[in-house]
């Protein structure tokens, strides 16, 4: 799958905009400052919490977390709020969760960017850029001591994923069949967040239930 090439000029013009502001010194700076990554892979490969829980709150983070979710996400894109870099902030700073950003990142910068903030793993689409760049991409979320998470939509990004030594993914936009199907073109030893037929459950905050071992992927 490819995404309209309207989302990746966005992608570019916003983090250029933010660049203007802090540039990629400074923001490289920052990361390094920034307190110690959590082992984003490491943690939910444990095997100890069933879940990962989009949160839009530092307040939401906390409750996830206290009900059994291994880690936190917070999507950065689209931005349809203007603080959402301070609310992943916030997220990554209330809990001792690693904390999932869901952006669009299509630059080095995004990925420093990320750690600055505080986060503990990026997204990576193969929908967004090429085989090439993405694993350069994936080369730099290490270098920054993150976990690179393909998010992928169908086999073929699958494959892509698969082919670049892929960890971990996220399964979107897939109903239970279509995850199901993808799941079983990849490694067993890697390991798919998906809403249904993952290895590992992603919800969303409105969706938490009392217990997050209550939930079935």
């Known amino acids: 799958m490819k995404l309209p090439g309207e989302a990746r000029e966005l992608a570019q013009a916003r983090t250029t905009a933010r660049r203007r502001a802090c540039s990629a010194a400074s923001i490289r700076a920052l990361a390094r400052d920034s307190r110690p990554s959590r082992n984003f892979r490491r943690v939910c490969q444990s095997g100890r919490r ?10 939401q983070a906390r409750t996830a977390v206290r009900r059994g979710c291994a880690a936190v996400g917070v999507r950065t894109w689209p931005e349809h709020r203007a603080d959402l870099f301070e609310v992943l902030a916030g997220v990554c700073l209330a809990t001792d969760a690693p904390t999932l950003q869901r952006d669009l990142i299509v630059s080095e910068y995004q990925v420093w960017e990320a750690r600055a903030f505080g986060a503990d793993a990026v997204t990576l689409l193969p929908a967004l850029a090429e085989p090439g760049e993405l694993a350069r991409l994936a080369a730099v979320t290490e270098k920054a001591g993150m976990t690179p998470v393909f998010e ?66």
């Open 152 to 217: 992928i939509y169908d086999k073929d990004d699958a494959e892509v994923a698969r082919d670049l030594g892929a960890q971990v993914t996220v399964v979107a936009g897939a109903d239970f069949d279509d995850a199901r199907a993808i799941r079983t073109s990849l490694p067993p030893t890697l390991l798919v967040l998906a809403e249904a037929g993952g290895d590992m459950a992603l919800i969303g905050g409105p969706l938490l239930p009392r217990n997050a071992k209550d939930l079935a992927t």
């Open 50 to 59: 069933s879940a990962v829980c989009e949160v839009g709150s530092a307040d």
